[in-house]
């Protein structure tokens, strides 16, 4: 369009314009504001074209292998080129919206003649003529808007917004050719079913591109544009029926203008819509990894990196057509759902949640929970589904966490190796402690409890002397007590935050004497990351989910791994070589994961949660296990969870087997590796007065224990002939009324 042709379409215009105010409208074009006199400069002195906001797009989550998992959008829209569009979409939509359009400048004259004159009668909108540009210029003010009443005027059916509308598509068509206007309109315009663009009404009406639209395709899409609503083919065979109705029409448009041929037209209109309607969820509910998603979601919408106000962070989101790469490995993340669904049924009120994150980078690998997410029918606070990420913090949409029990004891080990503590280093423990002095917090205030009483927990003993691998594999409270209090309870705790260690609700941790107890509520991911520094020889990452962000532009920004050392690498391999006895010779012991690794188990005073958290070299996690309605309130003593009885749950006897299998699988494909070996020559020869008598009289009851049993079981049955079996029979314990069998406890007893 050029300039003066330009000039020439303003002066008809401004005649037509007056023309019609004063030979029709005059009321009607006054009520707007305008009189005939000044009607022309209207259409002569144009205002710029109006300013266009990036339009929203979706926002899309991939996992590491780049596979979509998760979108966020507030429109669903991906925009494209004019030539990702197909030819045929092209000419079906100014066809049927606008079939002069390459040939007017932004005001079709014939039709807002047709239009006016009506409308004047009828005294009100009552029949459309806008151009294409026009339309788009509707859309751009719809678009701009930020409130209901800024919306309803950029819709509002008065001849005001409409010589509003009529003068910025005059100021578009001065600003860009043709092309980019109808490419500007094919992204922007509203298709229905929630489809924003073309691009996005393709997928969602036929699972196809908009690149691979075919002619039915195309006729369908622009029949649907002007009553987007009334056509929407997701609500039912009426408007299914009145969507067909839209594309004949086209149909007939496009022969009309010689688009196509009448035989080609009549063809079409006999086919069905051939609809394939593609899903396009939104939101972390819909997601295949919800709780993955969420974390995702509020780390953008939290994060000052990805925003400096609440508000350009939820835009950024939501609109900003982003696609975020994400650390998430399939693998791990169905290992991790598998190893849980196997013991916890989503309607216990007891709840598992794991978190796995890769040593050396805090790359976090999969999250997941025992619960389905989502709100329960009626927004019932117990039932199979839940709002809260279990396996996270506060901020990250979690919980207030469960008490993370003696997990924390590694936090006080790494404090005694580092202060120069040897292996088989210890000290005699009494059967119980009462931590009335010798307890001060990083303020230098005086923490001591005189009036609480520390046990040792069951199967500590009694009391007795214990070295640090002891006292670590046997997990004694009196023992790691006492050796906070000779540490120092402040080194403790700085021990721990410099591995990251802090509340799940976001508050200042518990400096007390039973920190080493874990009396602090922690996640999964907090303390998944935690132990990971271990792995990674004592550099601490912070937990890391985006990798990689790119923009609609097509801009890739890198997120690297915030990492620092947070304790020396010599002490951490010394914690390693530890906590790799659990399995072997401590909580752990005949549970194996065929592979060099170390762990902790958490059990908590009065099994009010249970954990257990480990890892190789390659991937640590933490697992957990509480009520959600309350730990305290409901401990995990005598209950059922899965298809499993439990007198009470501790940290080997539930979370520790769901860690056990769901490393396994996510480490299946990973070639095993080993920790480095401590050095001997700083951290061996220690020794703990009385020790090794105590370990040999331990031992030499063990034997004299196993050769009891075994003369038992040989002389209970003398009769040869016969098999044990052949005079028992099985019998369940049968559960409480109104509840199923309990099938996997089972005892014998004579018939």
Request: hydrophobic residues 35%.
């Amino acid at each position: 369009m050029t300039v003066l042709r330009s000039i020439g379409v303003l002066a008809v215009a401004g005649a037509i314009g007056g023309f019609l105010a004063a030979a029709l409208a005059a009321p009607v074009v006054t009520g707007a504001g305008l009189s005939a006199k000044n009607v022309a400069l209207t259409f002569v002195d144009l205002p710029p074209a109006p300013r266009e906001e990036p339009l929203s797009q979706v926002t899309r989550l991939l996992d590491r292998n780049g596979k979509q998992f998760a979108q966020f959008y507030e429109a669903n829209r991906t925009t494209v080129r004019l030539d990702q569009v197909a030819p045929v979409m092209r000419q079906a939509i100014v066809a049927i919206e606008d079939a002069r359009f390459y040939e007017h400048g932004g005001l079709d004259v014939k039709g807002t003649i047709r239009a006016l004159l009506t409308n004047t009668q009828a005294g009100g909108i009552k029949q459309g003529g806008s151009s294409l540009t026009q339309q788009l210029v509707k859309n751009i003010l719809v678009e701009a808007a930020r409130t209901d009443a800024e919306r309803d005027r950029a819709r509002a059916p008065n001849l005001g917004r409409k010589i509003t509308e009529l003068r910025y598509a005059l100021a578009m068509e001065e600003k860009y050719r043709k092309d980019e206007i109808l490419e500007k309109y094919l992204n922007i315009a509203y298709f229905g079913a929630g489809a924003h663009g073309v691009e996005a009404a393709a997928r969602r009406f036929f699972s196809t591109t908009a690149a691979r639209l075919t002619l039915t395709q195309a006729a369908t899409l622009a029949g649907a544009v002007r009553v987007p609503y009334s056509t929407d083919p997701s609500l039912g065979d009426r408007q299914q029926a009145r969507l067909r109705q839209r594309r004949d029409i086209v149909l007939d448009r496009m022969a009309g203008v010689g688009l196509i041929t009448r035989q080609e037209a009549t063809a079409a209109q006999r086919t069905g819509l051939g609809l394939r309607l593609h899903p396009e969820p939104g939101g972390c509910a819909e997601s295949a990894y919800p709780y993955y998603c969420y974390y995702v979601q509020r780390e953008l919408l939290t994060n000052p990196a990805f925003g400096n106000t609440a508000a350009k962070r939820q835009a950024r989101m939501s609109r900003g057509g982003l696609v975020i790469r994400t650390s998430l490995d399939p693998l791990a993340q169905r290992a991790a759902e598998q190893a849980i669904q196997r013991r916890v049924r989503p309607e216990d009120t007891e709840v598992a949640a794991e978190a796995m994150v890769e040593p050396g980078t805090g790359r976090i690998t999969a999250m997941t929970a025992s619960k389905r997410f989502g709100r329960n029918p009626g927004n019932r606070k117990n039932g199979a589904r839940t709002t809260f990420n279990l396996a996270a913090d506060v901020l990250h949409g979690g919980g207030q966490g469960f008490q993370a029990g003696s997990t924390f004891k590694v936090f006080t080990l790494a404090t005694a190796l580092r202060q120069g503590w040897r292996f088989g280093d210890g000290f005699q423990t009494p059967g119980e402690l009462t931590p009335g002095q010798g307890y001060r917090d990083c303020q230098g205030r005086r923490v001591n409890d005189p009036k609480t009483t520390v046990y040792n927990a069951s199967g500590e003993g009694t009391g007795g002397p214990h070295s640090l691998e002891t006292g670590t594999w046997k997990s004694v409270n009196i023992f790691y007590m006492m050796l906070e209090r000779k540490v120092g309870l402040c080194n403790v705790v700085k021990t721990a935050k410099a591995l990251g260690i802090s509340r799940a609700d976001g508050t200042p941790l518990r400096e007390v004497p039973t920190f080493t107890l874990g009396v602090n509520e922690m996640d999964p991911v907090t303390v998944a990351a935690g132990f990971a520094a271990f792995a990674a020889r004592g550099r601490y990452c912070r937990p890391l989910a985006i990798v990689e962000i790119t923009d609609r532009a097509g801009e890739r920004t890198q997120v690297p791994p915030a990492c620092e050392q947070g304790i020396e690498r010599e002490v951490a391999d010394a914690v390693n070589w530890v906590l790799s006895g659990v399995f072997t010779q401590g909580t752990m012991r005949g549970q194996s994961l065929d592979r060099p690794a170390a762990g902790k188990t958490g059990t908590n005073n009065g099994y009010t949660s249970a954990w257990f958290a480990g890892y190789t070299p390659d991937l640590a996690a933490a697992v957990s296990v509480g009520d959600i309605r309350g730990a305290y309130r409901y401990p995990l003593r005598d209950v059922e969870i899965g298809d499993d009885y439990y007198g009470a749950v501790q940290g080997a006897s539930l979370p520790g087997p769901i860690w056990i299998d769901s490393m396994r699988a996510a480490l299946r494909r990973t070639r095993p590796s080993g920790f480095p070996g401590p050095d001997m020559s700083r951290f061996g020869g220690g020794f703990t007065p009385g020790l090794k008598e105590a370990l040999e009289a331990e031992a030499k009851a063990r034997r004299d224990q196993d050769r009891t049993i075994a003369h038992r079981r040989r002389f209970a049955f003398p009769w040869p002939p016969f098999h044990r079996r052949d005079f028992l029979e099985p019998r369940h314990r049968r559960d409480v009324p109104g509840q199923r069998q309990r099938r996997h406890r089972v005892n014998w007893r004579y018939r």
